[in-house]
């Protein structure tokens, strides 16, 4: 069922945090810890390489929140019902590989990416393609609030106020021809600002794709903030996928190209271990992976021991089931 609980940043709006402290507060987040933790090897990979302390550079401001701070968004109704995790635990604690494996890796140097001026390309089997300014391709006016699960492989959840688009809007606006079946997608590679790509954990750039269907599903959702406020970096800014209920590392960070296309396109996780991670990817507790039993999860930002089945879809079962229909979902995983 869904429902409204309240919100620990309502009245925000109303009280917006000056300017000044929110890229102060967006610096501290994006800022590098004492140490540097980089590690190599697979998914869950943990061996540890010192570095030297980083500090973090002024962000700019951006052009795409308010002179004020914060987001102007509508809330809606897509909600769970239980807690949100902390903002502190949700850019704290990110998969995000071009920064290096350790889950705090990414709020140690993501900050060196560059996310402005940002642009999309668009490319394939539409009537509108090209390279388009994120503005033209976000609608700024029009961003909602999402509170969804993510539901990582590796067996944690989180539960998430994202604020966004949903997807269809931004891909029907480039007339996807009847030859585009899939899309495609890219992330940002830039290998003096993404340490972690120094290092073959994956085929880099990071790539991911949706069948049409399943990405223009109400679900699907293109976010540009979450917690009120513009994308942290380590959390993909300026601009990510987020589908709720597939495995985390379908919503693809910080995209820089979408392509249109008839065939189902590779996708990263695939590429570096098929038996392991498979194109749909959809959460699936009846189907183990090799090294996480996908049952339950482990709850991040609560009690340290908090655990929670796993559910079918992630919960979204009732939204997205009919895109499967007939389908075996563990030969298709
Ligand atoms: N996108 C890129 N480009 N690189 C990544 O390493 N990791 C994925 C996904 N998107 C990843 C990515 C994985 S495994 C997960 S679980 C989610 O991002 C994590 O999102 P979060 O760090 O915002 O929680």
């Known amino acids: ?13 109303a009280d917006v945090t000056p300017k000044s402290l929110y890229l102060d507060r967006r610096r501290i987040m994006t800022a590098g810890g004492a140490l540097a933790l980089t590690g190599l090897v697979g998914c869950n990979g943990s061996e540890t390489q010192a570095d030297s302390p980083t500090s973090a550079a002024a962000r700019p401001a951006s052009p795409h929140a308010p002179a004020d701070g914060g987001l102007n968004y509508t809330s809606t109704d897509y909600s769970v019902s239980d807690a949100l995790t902390p903002i502190d635990a949700v850019s704290g604690y990110n998969n995000f590989y071009e920064f290096g494996v350790a889950k705090e890796d990414p709020a140690r140097y993501a900050h060196r990416m560059t996310v402005d001026p940002w642009s999309i390309e668009v490319e394939g089997h539409a009537a509108r393609t090209g390279r388009f300014a994120l503005e033209d391709v976000v609608d700024f006016n029009a961003l909602e609030e999402r509170i969804y699960r993510l539901r990582c492989v590796e067996a944690w959840s989180m539960v998430i106020p994202w ?3 949903p997807l269809a809007s931004v891909l029907q606006q480039f007339e996807p021809t009847a030859d585009a079946r899939y899309v495609a997608f890219e992330t940002y590679l830039n290998r003096q600002e993404m340490r972690g790509t120094r290092f073959p954990v994956l085929d880099w750039p990071y790539v991911e794709g949706l069948r049409m269907d399943e990405a223009m599903n109400e679900l699907a959702f293109l976010a540009v903030g ?26 693809i960070k910080s995209i820089v190209k979408i392509r249109f296309v008839p065939e189902q396109p590779p996708t990263s996780w695939n590429i570096a271990a098929p038996n392991e991670y498979g194109f749909y990817s959809n959460v699936n507790p009846n189907r183990a992976h090799p090294r996480w039993s996908q049952r339950t999860e482990r709850v991040i930002g609560g009690d340290l021991f908090a655990r929670r089945d796993t559910e079918m879809f992630n919960g979204y079962g009732d939204q997205v089931a009919h895109l499967y229909t007939g389908m075996d979902l563990i030969e298709n995983h």
């Open 226 to 251: 979450l917690y009120g406020d513009l994308l942290p970096n380590q959390n993909g800014a300026p601009v990510r996928l987020v589908v709720p209920w597939k495995y985390g590392y379908k919503s």
């Open 1 to 13: 069922m869904l429902f409204r609980p309240r919100k620990p940043w309502q009245g925000r709006q």
């Open 163 to 165: 604020i966004g688009v």
